[in-house]
T-cell receptor, first 114, second 111 residues
Framework: ETGVTQTPRHLVMGMTNKKSLKCEQH?????MYWYKQSAKKPLELMFV???????ENNSVPSRFSPECPNSSHLFLHLHTLQPEDSALYLC?????????????FGPGTRLTVT | QKEVEQNSGPLSVPEGAIASLNCTYS??????FFWYRQYSGKSPELIMS????GDKEDGRFTAQLNKASQYVSLLIRDSQPSDSATYLC???????????FGTGTRLTIIP
């Protein structure tokens, strides 16, 4: 888990709040991902960044806004979320977007929207 | 819509026995398949990948792929209590950056 770190680990926010999730990878990878994991549902890919450029937006609502200032850092900005957005948000990285057999996940942020 | 199906379990297996986890996928364009292990409260960890029909062995783990039947399985030999976790199956289409995941099978190894 130390290769990919995420903060905070737990977050409770109201529907009118604005918060950000942070991810940092220390593996020298060029691709970073945000996933959402909800109870009883498959892991869902949200965004893919390759060399800081967004290459995939998997039909994610605009209340989720990603930012990738460099290849090591990835943010997920949250605003006016809904209770159904409560989930585990996982960051991952891989050497390149296609090399998913070398994809490593961070520990996740457990988000609760009240 | 591309789907990966897994039995959610729980699957209970006695310690020392073989645990068999199964997965089917709907997209015939899928070329690469992965098994992740996820302990409760932790993030997924890749344990096996398979790309060709047949078996691939790594220690106590064997992945099996049958593209004609669109079926992937994971066998765990000599199951240990530390193998108790949720196992996620994932499929990747050739040239695609995306993985399609199943909902996972919860495995419990009974001492």
């Amino acid at each position: 888990e130390t290769g990919v770190t995420q903060t905070p680990r737990h977050l409770v926010m109201g529907m009118t709040n604005k918060k950000s999730l942070k991810c940092e990878q220390h593996l020298g990878h060029n691709a970073m991902y945000w996933y959402k994991q909800s109870a009883k549902k498959p892991l869902e890919l949200m965004f893919v960044y390759n060399f800081k450029e967004q290459t995939e937006n998997n039909s994610v609502p605009s209340r989720f806004s990603p930012e990738c200032p460099n290849s090591s850092h990835l943010f997920l900005h949250l605003h006016t979320l809904q209770p159904e957005d409560s989930a585990l948000y996982l960051c991952a990285s891989s050497p390149t977007p296609g090399l998913l057999y070398e994809q490593y996940f961070g520990p996740g942020t457990r988000l609760t929207v009240t | 819509q591309k789907e990966v199906e897994q039995n959610s379990g729980p699957l209970s297996v006695p310690e020392g026995a073989i645990a068999s986890l199964n997965c089917t996928y709907s997209d015939r364009g899928s070329q690469s398949f992965f098994w992740y292990r996820q302990y409760s409260g932790k993030s997924p960890e890749l344990i096996m990948s398979i790309y060709s029909n047949g078996d691939k062995e790594d220690g106590r783990f064997t992945a099996q792929l049958n593209k004609a039947s669109q079926y992937v399985s994971l066998l765990i030999r000599d199951s240990q209590p530390s193998d108790s976790a949720t196992y996620l199956c994932a499929a990747q289409e050739r040239g695609n950056e995306k993985l399609t995941f199943g909902t996972g099978t919860r495995l419990t190894i009974i001492p």
